[in-house]
């Protein structure tokens, strides 16, 4: 009897998985695989995404149970994993999901050295849209992000797909499930939020069941929490992104705009498929990084700049894993350009503590911020106090992360600076923003 593997990647899922799809219609028995990278764990893997993975293996392991099989685990390089199953099964197809990153082409590249199978990579399976997504102008790649959405909404996408109806397996052997501390050797979050796929389901759920129609007006509302928090589990592959955008209204403003966000995401990850170096260097040098100040990127990782709606984002990261879009936008724009620190100094922060931390859109959305990157207007700065009256009128985000300014009224949290504020309780700006 045949046997193709299904090697699980960034789509732990078995809803609209063209992975394990393709591998069940191309054998009549089917190996659902996870390598545990002994490359990455554990010292490279953060906690926050090591408790985050855990849970989801072990909703894709009661999930495929309901098929028939179960999630075979094992430890070691991807390509040697592989190659050892294959032997000890027999398999002549592998089955993985298109990726962008630089170590996702590398392990592709070290699975195609078997002459003994056929590698088959799937697309619109970690992405809502290929990365193959090219202009009409001959470039590799859209470098602006309006043109881009035009073709992203106008692209056929397919039919969601139905889980197999059942799935059969050969005898083979399986570690068990890695817990956390298998995965990384650091102490997660304190109020990390873990799931996978029957969690990530159930969220979009209830997201699309109702508050998503608010979208548009109150996504960048700190005080509201009026986001998706869909984006772990979109990182994780728990939830199919090409499922999220044809089950979005987008004749609806919030709709829309919801779709848009997807959009960036995969707009990124096109950028970084055709600039890999982007990750780590400048898509475009456009700016200088002023001298490395360690107190201030210190103080900024801390949440201690002395700028209540900065340090509420940075220590809303700390105790969650996570950060509302706007103030990750404000928390990056106040160390790339307020600081004139190098991007690379918060990306890598931001890597070490989202459990949602996608390299193309964490690497790339710093720089926009930064001005190296897409942006248009490299130039712009987001002033922390004008964000804050903007977003946080009332202050009711930043008291509910800054609980020794929780006695200042109103909006005047946001200048604790103009109250009787003990500095050994809260420091003093450490630069001087125009409109204070």
Same mark, same amino acid.
């Given at each position: ?120 990579? =799937?697309? &619109?399976? !970690?992405?809502? *849209? ?6 009409? @102008?001959?470039? $590799?790649?859209?470098?602006? /992000? ?88 979109? =990182?994780? &592959?728990? !939830?199919?992104? *090409? ?6 209204? @987008?004749?609806? $403003?919030?709709?829309?705009? /919801? ?178």
């Amino acid at each position: 009897m045949s046997v193709a593997i299904a090697l699980f990647t960034r789509d732990l899922r078995v809803h609209d998985n063209p992975v394990l799809t393709a591998a069940a219609r191309a054998a009549d028995r089917v190996v659902p695989l996870f390598v545990v990278d002994e490359a990455l764990v554990p010292d490279r893997c953060p906690p926050n995404r090591a408790y985050f993975l855990a849970a989801a293996l072990a909703e894709l392991d009661k999930e495929l149970r309901g098929l028939g099989a179960t999630l075979v685990v094992r430890r070691g390089a991807v390509a040697d994993v592989v190659d050892a199953v294959i032997e000890e099964t027999g398999a002549t197809s592998v089955h993985l999901a298109e990726d962008v990153s630089r170590y996702s082409r590398q392990r592709e590249q070290a699975l195609r050295r078997n002459p003994d199978t056929v590698v088959h990579l =799937h697309s &619109g399976s !970690v992405t809502a *849209t290929s990365a193959e997504l090219v202009p009409s @102008t001959g470039r $590799d790649h859209f470098a602006v /992000f309006t043109p881009y959405f035009r073709r992203w909404s106008e692209a056929h996408r397919r039919t969601p797909l139905s889980p197999p109806r059942s799935l059969s397996m050969p005898s083979i052997h399986s570690d068990p499930l890695p817990q956390p501390a298998d995965l990384s050797s650091g102490r997660p979050s304190p109020q990390l939020r873990v799931g996978g796929e029957s969690t990530g389901r159930a969220l979009l759920r209830d997201w699309l069941d109702g508050p998503i129609t608010g979208y548009a007006h109150d996504n960048d509302d700190l005080a509201a929490d009026a986001t998706s928090r869909l984006s772990p589990y979109i =990182h994780f &592959g728990c !939830v199919s992104p *090409t499922e999220v955008v044809r089950r979005v209204d @987008t004749s609806t $403003d919030g709709g829309l705009a /919801f779709a848009r966000q997807l959009a960036w995401r995969d707009f990124h990850h096109q950028v970084l498929a055709a600039r890999p170096d982007a990750a780590w260097s400048d898509y475009r040098t456009r700016v200088t990084a002023g001298p490395d100040d360690e107190q201030a990127v210190t103080a900024w990782r801390d949440g201690r700049t002395g700028y209540p709606i900065v340090d509420a984002g940075m220590r809303q990261l700390r105790a969650e894993g996570w950060m509302p879009g706007r103030a990750r936008l404000i928390a990056a724009s106040f160390l790339a350009k307020s600081l004139h620190q190098d991007w690379r100094v918060g990306a890598a922060h931001f890597l070490r503590w989202l459990v949602d931390a996608d390299l193309a859109n964490n690497q790339l959305n710093w720089q926009w911020v930064a001005g190296t990157g897409t942006d248009t207007r490299p130039n712009r700065v987001l002033n922390p106090l004008r964000q804050a009256d903007r977003y946080d009128p009332d202050g009711v985000y930043v008291r509910r992360w800054l609980p020794e300014l929780a006695h200042l009224p109103g909006a005047s949290i946001h200048r604790p600076w103009r109250a009787t504020v003990d500095p050994a309780q809260y420091p003093a700006p450490l630069i001087d923003c125009v409109g204070s």
